[in-house]
C-alpha cells in the first residue's frame, strides 16, 4: 500500500525559508511522478512542482521558480522542497502526490499525504 506522509510545515516570518518532506512507501513501479500541491483557504488545489523518479526531470509553478527548490533522496524514498523567500501568498495547506501520468494536476494524482500546513506572515 502506497504511503506519502509530509512533514515540515510551520510559521515563518515572509522572506524566511521552510523544508517540506515526503516520505514515500509502498511503490512497486519507478515510473511515477511525485511532488507537491498546495491549497489556500477558498481556493483550489494547485500544482506547486513534482520531480520524475525516472528521469529526474523536474517542474514548478510558474509562482514559485527561482524561489523553490525539489530534490528527491532515492536511498530514502524521500522528496524534498526547499522553501526559500517565502511571501504570504505562499500561504496553504501542501500536499505530498504521486502518479503515473505524465501530467501534473490534482485530477490525475494517484496518491496523497494528508498535507502539512506552511503560513507565512507579513
Known amino acids: 500500500q502506497v504511503q506519502l506522509v509530509e512533514s515540515g510545515g510551520g510559521l515563518v516570518q515572509s522572506g524566511g525559508s521552510l523544508r517540506l518532506s515526503c516520505a514515500a512507501s509502498?511503490?512497486?513501479?519507478?515510473?511515477?511522478?511525485i511532488g507537491w500541491f498546495r491549497q489556500a483557504p477558498g481556493k483550489e488545489r494547485d500544482g506547486v512542482s513534482c520531480v520524475s523518479s525516472s528521469s529526474g526531470a523536474t517542474w514548478y509553478a510558474d509562482s514559485v521558480k527561482g524561489r523553490f527548490t525539489i530534490s528527491r533522496d532515492s536511498a530514502k524514498n524521500t522528496v524534498y522542497l526547499q522553501m526559500d523567500s517565502l511571501k504570504p501568498e505562499d500561504t496553504a495547506v501542501y500536499y505530498c502526490?504521486?502518479?503515473?501520468?505524465?501530467?501534473?494536476?490534482?485530477?490525475?494524482?494517484?496518491?496523497w499525504g494528508k498535507g502539512t500546513l506552511v503560513t507565512v506572515s507579513s
Open positions: 509502498g511503490f512497486t513501479s519507478d515510473y511515477y511522478s
Open positions: 502526490a504521486a502518479t503515473r501520468s505524465r501530467v501534473w494536476v490534482a485530477s490525475g494524482m494517484d496518491y
